[in-house]
């Protein structure tokens, strides 16, 4: 009965209408190449001191939850992810686009990033304590494993192995640029002071996406291809929301699994949701080609991250990825200490950031369903127009999240090797997962190695690690597996 007075406070026009401007504002931000869910959140933050906790933090939810949805926008339509966890939809989403099917693809997102959303606050209302005691259970080994299992969807994601294999060591030495993580000492930066933290990250995705899309829309410019003339309407077929359905639960679980687990984030759950999704699909060999689960795998593991990474923020006090460390500053403001006693002093604003999560996972279905056609029209402007475009918007992008001229080299760099892994048959998105998850990599396997005393078996001595380990060698064999199995049916049928 208090759970529901608790939630009356959500019903007020006001706070509706705070959410929803929250919600749109982040849809916004998410959709504009290299302003994230982050920059959002922590621009707004000063707008809540007057606020009430409830309305100022689910003004913030609504942020969070709309800019990672606004990603995939760009990523469809243009090939830009819009935010690191958009980058797994750009494999499905503009190859579908590109067909002319614009406006389905970003319905099939919008409806995944629903579902994702919801299914995570669910869980988010019933087993928040419960769930996030597993966060306390990882130490250097468990993400050290969860980090080499993600490493192993380069195996599956990529056509050819060898040149998949290429790719993600190149990530991982490209990753390796700058301070180490343990001792400081620089590596590879060759003196310039600007490497000294490594490649920003969102430069390197805009580059390596984007960039490289601008310099393959010109030479087909100057072969004179027709532009896309169709954008279809915003819903996805029967057949490919019944096609989608094990891809948004799958989805949806992992995403919540990831997101419990502080410091992995949208970006880890996307990927590892849509290698998930392939590796189980009968159909694999669409996968990359414009199809709808596709689609639905990142998405709705993405979404389902915003929702469940809130689990050990609020029953812990612990941030599960770098959005919710920035609104943590939002609780700390209203003067609430996040973690478990925030359950036992003030359950109306837990049961409100709970109820609010719902209300924003709203809003975003509606606003991201009525504004599906405004966006498609961007494919109807000559190609000339909008490869200008975007290269406009690359080079603001790259240059107003940290106001540092090395990022703009940074994007150009990662353009031309993008371009040039496009053109010979390399995959990028393998690339793109080395740059996520070396660092997760390399800083916890040095850092259990020390813990230990340099004993490798810590990283076996665990469930969890043995679990991840498994899953690794599951996952880096099965692509082989796979391969012996459809030989041996073709020589069967022989």
Do not use: H
């Not at 499905?92 to 406006?103: C, F, I, L, R, S």
């Not at 390796?176 to 933290?197: E, H, K, L």
């Not at 096609?243 to 990831?258: E, F, K, N, Q």
């Not at 709705?300 to 990825?321: K, R, Y």
């Amino acid at each position: 009965m208090d759970s529901i007075a608790f939630l009356t406070p959500l019903l007020d026009l006001q706070v509706l209408l705070t959410i929803a401007a929250g919600t749109l504002g982040g849809l916004v931000i998410g959709a504009l190449p290299g302003l994230t869910a982050t920059m959002g959140v922590a621009l707004l933050i000063p707008l809540t001191f007057g606020m009430t906790p409830v309305m100022g933090l689910n003004m913030l939810i609504g942020i969070y939850i709309g800019g990672i949805y606004g990603g995939c926008v760009s990523s469809i339509l243009l090939r830009t992810p819009g935010t690191p966890a958009s980058a797994a939809t750009v494999l499905d989403g503009y190859p579908m686009a590109q067909k002319g099917e614009a406006g389905k693809a970003l319905g099939m997102a919008t409806i995944a990033s629903t579902v994702g959303g919801l299914i995570a606050a669910i869980v988010l209302a019933t087993l928040a304590p419960q769930l996030a005691g597993i966060a306390l259970e990882f130490g250097a080994p468990e993400y050290f494993a969860l980090a080499l299992f993600g490493l192993t969807i380069i195996a599956s994601l990529s056509g050819d192995l060898l040149k998949g294999a290429i790719s993600g060591l190149l990530g991982i030495l490209i990753s390796t640029v700058g301070a180490d993580p343990i001792s400081g000492v620089m590596r590879y930066t060759f003196g310039i002071q600007g490497f000294a933290s490594g490649f920003s990250f969102t430069p390197a995705l805009i580059g390596l996406f984007a960039l490289s899309e601008v310099f393959t829309q010109m030479e087909r410019i100057a072969a004179k291809e027709e532009p896309i003339k169709s954008v279809s309407g915003r819903w996805p077929s029967r057949g490919e929301l019944k096609a989608s359905r094990g891809a948004l639960v799958r989805g949806s679980i992992i995403g919540t699994l990831i997101g419990i687990v502080p410091g992995t984030g949208s970006g880890t759950a996307s990927w590892i949701s849509y290698n998930e999704t392939r590796r189980a699909s009968k159909t694999p060999e669409k996968f990359g080609t414009g199809y709808a689960p596709g689609i639905a795998a990142t998405e709705s593991a993405n979404n389902a991250v915003c929702a469940s990474a809130l689990i050990p923020l609020l029953a812990l006090g612990i941030p599960g990825d770098v959005v919710t460390a920035v609104l943590m500053g939002g609780l700390l403001i209203q003067g609430l200490a996040p973690g478990p006693m925030l359950f036992q002093t003030n359950p109306d604003v837990v049961v409100g950031m709970f109820g609010g999560t719902f209300i924003a996972t709203i809003f975003m279905f509606i606003f991201g369903m009525a504004l599906i056609p405004l966006f498609s029209r961007i494919l109807m402007i000559p190609r000339r127009l909008l490869a200008m475009s975007i290269v406009v918007f690359c080079f603001i992008g790259s240059f107003s999240i940290n106001l540092n001229p090395v990022d703009l080299y940074t994007m150009v760099g990662f353009g031309v090797l993008g371009w040039g892994m496009q053109k010979f048959g390399f995959s990028q998105a393998a690339l793109c997962i080395a740059l996520i998850l070396g660092p997760l990599l390399e800083s916890n396997l040095r850092r259990g190695l020390l813990q230990n005393d340099d004993n490798v078996l810590a990283f076996i001595s665990t469930p969890i690690t043995l679990l991840f380990l498994a899953l690794t060698v599951l996952s880096a064999g099965w692509p082989f597996l796979s391969r012996a199995i459809q030989r041996r049916r073709a020589a069967q049928n022989i």
